[in-house]
T-cell receptor, first 113, second 113 residues
Framework: NAGVTQTPKFQVLKTGQSMTLQCAQDMNHEYMSWYRQDPGMGLRLIHY???????DQGEVPNGYNVSRSTTEDFPLRLLSAAPSQTSVYFC????????????FGSGTRLTVV | AQSVSQHNHHVILSEAASLELGCNYS??????LFWYVQYPGQHLQLLLKYFSGDPLVKGIKGFEAEFIKSKFSFNLRKPSVQWSDTAEYFC???????????FGTGTSLTVIP
């Protein structure tokens, strides 16, 4: 049981480049989310999905796109990378029903230069 | 919108000292409450959760938390900390009817041997 798998683990981008952070879960969870973690700011929700074909914006969605074509996958796209997007990104998933809590991936450390 | 406050940003304790980390949330309805731990360089792991029943919940590694509804609080406690408890601790909340989790900004705990 792999849980939540994120790739890549590390990435360096130049300003203006685009890329996709991958997230896959094998637990048949309905809910999936992307968070960014910055020092002193905790985790901030970027986008989330309550099921295949359904996505919504979180607290800090600007500069990011998501899609959920399957239950398993929830990729995060950076459209035109900016230094302000330097962060650690975590994908998380949960069964339906908020009381389960999230299972987190191991994170992607992104640096934009 | 819901919010979560963790007032202790950085706590330093000696081994065997007792720990209490504060967490307050703002939401008037029924909530689910969580504490997550993030060891250095790792992803977030669930320590414990409360969604109903006994307001004193016990988690892994000797941690416990008490839900006090009248104070909108969910403080984390451990009677005797160990060096291996050095980590960052996040409180999180979501509503029974909501899909989003809201995280506090985290408390960094350093335990000195």
């Amino acid at each position: 049981n792999a849980g939540v798998t994120q790739t890549p683990k590390f990435q360096v981008l130049k300003t203006g480049q685009s890329m996709t952070l991958q997230c896959a879960q094998d637990m048949n969870h309905e809910y999936m989310s992307w968070y960014r973690q910055d020092p002193g700011m905790g985790l901030r929700l970027i986008h989330y999905s309550v099921g295949a074909g359904i996505t919504d914006q979180g607290e800090v969605p600007n500069g990011y796109n998501v899609s959920r074509s399957t239950t398993e996958d929830f990729p995060l796209r950076l459209l035109s990378a900016a230094p302000s997007q330097t962060s650690v990104y975590f994908c998380a998933s949960s069964p339906s029903g908020g009381w389960h809590g999230y299972t987190f991936g191991s994170g992607t450390r992104l640096t934009v230069v | 919108a819901q919010s979560v406050s963790q007032h202790n940003h950085h706590v330093i304790l000696s081994e065997a000292a007792s720990l209490e980390l504060g967490c307050n949330y703002s939401y008037g309805g029924t909530v689910n409450l969580f504490w997550y731990v993030q060891y250095p360089g790792q992803h977030l792991q669930l320590l414990l959760k409360y969604f109903s029943g006994d307001p004193l919940v016990k988690g892994i590694k000797g941690f416990e938390a008490e839900f006090i509804k009248s104070k909108f609080s969910f403080n984390l406690r451990k009677p005797s900390v160990q060096w291996s408890d050095t980590a960052e601790y996040f409180c999180a909340v979501n509503s029974n009817t909501g899909n989003q989790f809201y995280f506090g900004t985290g408390t960094s705990l350093t335990v000195i041997p």
